[in-house]
């Protein structure tokens, strides 16, 4: 009995993992098709269901030595943000810059830089696995998302939280990405100011990024300037959760 529910497990593992290889070969062209979307839309709610069964709800991500840093972490996607406004704040060091916290929540705030810098913070050291295929361990420290949320008091109604960021795209829109509060409230989920010591650059989302250590890279949002909590994602964006998943990843990126 307890090798056939060894078995099963391991069978489900692999499902999982096979289904998230699936999506995210050629997931540029596919995204780009008339079926994909809807092939996504159940597959994402299969993977998501697997990975809630056979991982705990606050299952940690594994945590590094200092010995296993990489030498070199990689930047990923906008490194340079073609926005006036954040343009402005980085020449002063983020001096004036002020994340915003609102939306369905009971005390709507403003935290500067050095705000957050006092709030209880965490460290961790983590692997970055990104969809394009890369892995780099890097140390991160950052206050956790959950220290936020407690002080500002999300309603009964607020299921999800979404990052606003300063990077736009081609069109002008500004890049976006949201998690629900399983993640939110994770020990190791933080809003990051620090990297290997180091105060964090422009090119790796100063003033602040996300770290969500259990999801694939592009849900770590770079360049935060709001968050807002909300009970659906149907008016942000394209609808579907993040700039990415409106362009046809999944919404949920757990590894």
Same mark, same amino acid.
């Given at each position: ?18 289904? #998230? ?8 062209? &596919? ?16 993977? $998501? ?27 990923? #996607? ?14 002063? @060091?983020?001096?004036?810059?002020? &994340?915003?916290?609102?939306? &369905?929540?009971?005390? %709507? ?17 983590? $692997? /970055? ?34 990052? /606003? ?10 890049? !976006? ?8 409230? /994770? %020990? ?7 990297? @290997? ?6 090119? /790796? ?37 993040? !700039? ?12």
């Amino acid at each position: 009995m307890i090798k056939k529910r060894i078995d099963r497990r391991r069978f489900m593992i692999r499902s999982a993992q096979a289904v #998230g290889l699936m999506l995210l070969a050629g997931c540029d062209k &596919l995204s780009r098709s008339e079926w994909f979307p809807g092939i996504l839309g159940s597959a994402e709610g299969l993977t $998501r269901r697997v990975q809630r069964l056979i991982t705990p709800r606050k299952a940690m991500a594994r945590e590094y030595t200092e010995a296993d840093r990489s030498a070199v972490f990689p930047t990923n #996607g906008n490194i340079d943000p073609n926005n006036p406004d954040y343009q402005v704040l980085a020449k002063n @060091n983020f001096a004036d810059w002020k &994340l915003t916290v609102s939306g &369905l929540v009971e005390r %709507p705030a403003e935290f500067s830089l050095s705000e957050l810098r006092r709030l209880p913070s965490r460290t961790q050291i983590t $692997r /970055h696995d990104c969809v394009e295929g890369w892995s780099a361990i890097a140390k991160w420290k950052g206050v956790p998302l959950s220290e936020l949320l407690n002080r500002v008091r999300p309603l009964p109604s607020a299921r999800y939280v979404v990052f /606003h960021c300063a990077d736009p795209d081609e069109s002008g829109q500004n890049y !976006y990405e949201s998690i629900d509060f399983d993640d939110a409230y /994770h %020990p190791q989920t933080l809003l990051a100011y620090a990297i @290997n010591d180091q105060v964090l650059p422009i090119a /790796h989302g100063a003033p602040i990024r996300l770290r969500l250590e259990r999801q694939l890279g592009y849900k770590m949002a770079k360049y935060i300037m709001r968050i807002e909590l909300v009970d659906n994602l149907v008016a942000i964006g394209g609808g579907n959760g993040g !700039y990415w998943e409106d362009q046809g990843y999944e919404w949920y990126a757990g590894i």
